[in-house]
């Protein structure tokens, strides 16, 4: 991504940390301006205007509104996002910020007239050496193994997908993390969703990153979580915790000029962490205690340059949950798949065109199932 960058001197805080002397600090902009074109068909029914669906691909909620029509077009410029880094040197520190905005999942606007949408945070931490805390990637995703889809995130269901506050520590090859907790709940028979916000204990995370001498880079990350469910629900106080535990394998491998992306994550109580939260991270049984439920997903992407302007990348992406029916009912969300091929053309580096066909399908635990085929044409300008 390019980005426009300049050197100044600040003063203040990091005018004392330097012991009086001018720190230098190195500033740069960027992000991206991009406008999509997106054709629907909702096998049934499309959800009203302004729907999360109707924004990118989400698990979950494509299984449409019945009397709606099934085909849509929606024209929107909400990826668009810029971002501001700092870079200064501390008496041989490195010191670090990041913040980067968006106008993704927002609902406040509409189509009527302003289409106007709020900036929403997606990254702001700050990084000191070896440490970072604020907002960012959770250390058990790897974001440099996602394929380059049209779609907002792509592969959906088949990666972990998550930012938010952390500490994280790295040495090396290594990373470690304690990450903001969230524990998501299915009620014992089915229902509406419960989020537990009460739980003390941080979700730990760490992860290992290596090479190979063919230039390919993976990675290896682990989380152990405490699901906790501590309020009262309708009239049911409930005081339960269960752990949870997930290990994730990514990497992106050159084939000649090509590359192969791929992530494959299996574990219990992962929930939140794994399909936009497709799946609970567990379910309360008839004692009212959390049982947590297992689940597996991945995709495999393959990038092909025909030039040194036109690209395609295929992806197929899947993701299962094992549900205790008798505890779940059979409402609740069972597998996902999705399937996308494009072809995208940059006339110079900044400046890309794209195509994208995408189709997904859904599934609950009771045979419900719903679809979407989507065309998206995108024009992006890095800035």
Same mark, same amino acid.
């Given at each position: 991504?390019?980005?426009?960058?300049?050197?100044?001197?600040?003063?203040?805080?990091?005018? =004392?940390?330097?012991?009086?002397?001018? =720190?230098?600090?190195?500033?740069?902009?960027?992000?991206?301006?991009?406008?999509?074109?997106?054709?629907?068909?909702?096998?049934?029914?499309?959800?009203?205007?302004?729907?999360?669906?109707?924004?990118?691909?989400?698990?979950?909620?494509?299984?449409?509104?019945?009397?709606?029509?099934?085909?849509?077009?929606?024209?929107?410029?909400?990826?668009?996002?810029?971002?501001?880094?700092?870079?200064?040197?501390?008496?041989?520190?490195?010191?670090?910020?990041?913040?980067?905005?968006?106008?993704?999942?927002?609902?406040?606007?509409?189509?009527?007239?302003?289409?106007?949408?709020?900036?929403?945070?997606?990254? =702001?931490?700050?990084?000191?050496?070896?440490?970072?805390?604020?907002?960012?990637?959770?250390?058990?995703?790897?974001?440099?193994?996602?394929?380059?889809?049209?779609?907002?995130?792509?592969?959906?269901?088949?990666?972990?997908?998550?930012?938010?506050?952390?500490?994280?520590?790295?040495?090396?090859?290594?990373?470690?993390?304690?990450?903001?907790?969230?524990?998501?709940?299915?009620?014992?028979?089915?229902?509406?969703?419960?989020?537990?916000?009460?739980?003390?204990?941080?979700?730990?995370?760490?992860?290992? @990153?290596?090479?190979?001498?063919?230039?390919?880079?993976?990675?290896?990350?682990?989380?152990?979580?405490?699901?906790?469910?501590?309020?009262?629900?309708?009239?049911?106080?409930?005081?339960?915790?269960?752990?949870?535990?997930?290990?994730?394998?990514?990497?992106?491998?050159?084939?000649?000029?090509?590359?192969?992306?791929?992530?494959?994550?299996?574990?219990?109580?992962?929930?939140?962490?794994?399909?936009? @939260?497709?799946?609970?991270?567990?379910?309360?049984?008839?004692?009212?205690?959390?049982?947590?439920?297992?689940?597996?997903?991945?995709?495999?992407?393959?990038?092909?340059?025909?030039?040194?302007?036109?690209?395609?990348?295929?992806?197929?992406?899947?993701?299962?949950?094992?549900?205790?029916?008798?505890?779940?009912?059979?409402?609740?969300?069972?597998?996902?798949?999705?399937?996308?091929?494009?072809?995208?053309?940059?006339?110079?580096?900044?400046?890309?065109?794209?195509?994208?066909?995408?189709?997904?399908?859904?599934?609950?635990?009771?045979?419900?199932?719903?679809?979407?085929?989507?065309?998206?044409?995108?024009?992006?300008? =890095?800035?």
């Amino acid at each position: 991504m390019k980005k426009k960058k300049l050197s100044l001197y600040v003063a203040g805080a990091l005018l =004392a940390m330097s012991g009086g002397a001018q =720190a230098a600090t190195d500033m740069t902009f960027g992000g991206y301006i991009k406008a999509d074109v997106m054709f629907s068909d909702y096998g049934n029914g499309a959800p009203d205007s302004g729907s999360l669906s109707r924004q990118f691909y989400v698990p979950g909620t494509i299984y449409g509104t019945t009397g709606n029509g099934k085909q849509v077009v929606d024209f929107q410029a909400r990826e668009s996002r810029f971002n501001f880094k700092t870079v200064t040197d501390v008496e041989g520190h490195t010191l670090t910020g990041f913040i980067e905005l968006d106008f993704m999942t927002h609902t406040d606007g509409n189509e009527r007239v302003s289409n106007s949408y709020s900036p929403r945070i997606r990254h =702001a931490f700050v990084t000191y050496d070896n440490w970072t805390v604020g907002q960012t990637w959770t250390t058990f995703q790897n974001p440099g193994a996602l394929p380059e889809n049209l779609d907002f995130v792509g592969a959906a269901e088949g990666t972990p997908f998550v930012r938010q506050s952390q500490l994280r520590y790295t040495n090396g090859n290594w990373q470690f993390s304690i990450e903001n907790p969230e524990t998501t709940v299915t009620p014992l028979g089915g229902g509406g969703r419960i989020t537990s916000g009460s739980g003390v204990v941080p979700d730990f995370v760490g992860r290992y @990153n290596f090479s190979a001498g063919n230039g390919s880079a993976y990675s290896v990350a682990a989380i152990i979580r405490q699901l906790d469910l501590e309020q009262v629900v309708g009239t049911t106080q409930y005081d339960t915790s269960e752990l949870g535990y997930g290990v994730s394998f990514a990497g992106v491998i050159p084939v000649g000029k090509d590359d192969l992306k791929f992530t494959a994550t299996y574990g219990e109580g992962l929930g939140r962490y794994m399909a936009l @939260n497709y799946a609970n991270a567990g379910v309360l049984d008839s004692n009212g205690d959390i049982q947590a439920i297992k689940s597996f997903g991945g995709f495999v992407a393959y990038r092909h340059w025909w030039s040194e302007q036109w690209r395609s990348s295929l992806t197929v992406s899947a993701f299962t949950a094992d549900n205790d029916v008798a505890l779940t009912g059979g409402t609740v969300n069972k597998e996902a798949y999705s399937g996308y091929v494009n072809l995208l053309y940059s006339p110079s580096k900044p400046l890309t065109f794209g195509v994208e066909y995408m189709h997904a399908l859904n599934e609950r635990e009771d045979g419900f199932d719903g679809d979407l085929n989507r065309i998206i044409f995108s024009a992006k300008y =890095a800035l």
